[in-house]
């Protein structure tokens, strides 16, 4: 079936730097979601992309959704502590069942104050 | 808080039992969505359901089963659970109008443990 590759996997970081973290997909995607998990709980919805090459900011988070479709990229600014957490993506691919969203395995931050 | 209502958090029960998890999807959300997340583990997809019916089914056992009702509130339903069922389940929701993707608001999530 359909994979996203996300990458890292983990990061530790010192506050006040920023981070990057990316999704490859073997398929062309046609809606790119972040999403933000905290322990325990639901994932947040952090940036939705719909549009190949679309840049789009939420407060110190940035995503695009890259030109050839089949990767996207987050990244946080000036990270803080509350930055901790999975952050994961989420793809939605013509071929797949309507609105239905493949997930990446999640890239773990930690942020050293 | 996304809108999205679970109940309940936490359940504890015994291999062999069954169990009814329950959703309610933000208000005017059509589409209800349950995962599973196993400890380090990602988001799996197990059934979509679109205004009563059922969309699309991903890793769902077959011990396992689900229904939205007329008010679009949503039930998963899992039997004969083994220690392996243990995990978060998480419904989600969309407004999501045919033919297009739209953004999935996640529940808090229920905790499911099996002894």
């Known amino acids: 079936g359909q994979q996203l590759n996300q990458s890292p996997q983990s990061m530790f970081i010192q506050e006040g730097e920023d981070v990057s973290m990316n999704c490859t997909s073997s398929s062309i995607f046609n809606t790119w979601l972040w999403y933000k998990q905290d322990p325990g709980e639901g994932p947040v919805l952090l940036i939705a992309l719909y549009k190949a090459g679309e840049l789009t900011s939420n407060g110190r988070l940035t995503a695009q959704f890259g030109i050839t479709r089949k990767d996207s990229f987050l990244n946080i600014s000036a990270s803080i502590p509350s930055d901790v957490g999975i952050y994961f993506c989420a793809g939605s691919s013509p071929e797949g069942s309507q609105g239905n969203l493949i997930f990446g395995k999640g890239t773990k931050l930690s942020v050293k104050p | 808080d996304s809108g999205v209502t679970q109940t309940p958090k936490h359940l504890i029960t015994a291999t062999g039992q069954r169990v009814t998890l329950r959703c309610s999807p933000r208000?005017?959300?059509?589409?209800v969505y349950w995962y599973q997340q196993s400890l380090d583990q990602g988001l799996q997809f197990l059934i979509q359901?679109?205004?009563?019916?059922?969309?699309a089914k991903g890793n769902i056992l077959e011990r396992f089963s689900a229904q939205q009702f007329p008010d679009l509130h949503s039930e998963l339903n899992l039997s004969s659970l083994e220690l392996g069922d243990s995990a978060l389940y998480f419904c989600?929701?969309?407004?999501?109008?045919?033919?297009?993707?739209?953004?999935?608001?996640f529940g808090p999530g229920t905790r499911l443990t099996v002894t």
């Open positions: 989600a929701s969309s407004r999501q109008r045919v033919g297009a993707t739209s953004e999935q608001y």
């Open positions: 359901y679109y205004n009563g019916e059922e969309r």
């Open positions: 208000s005017g959300d059509l589409s």
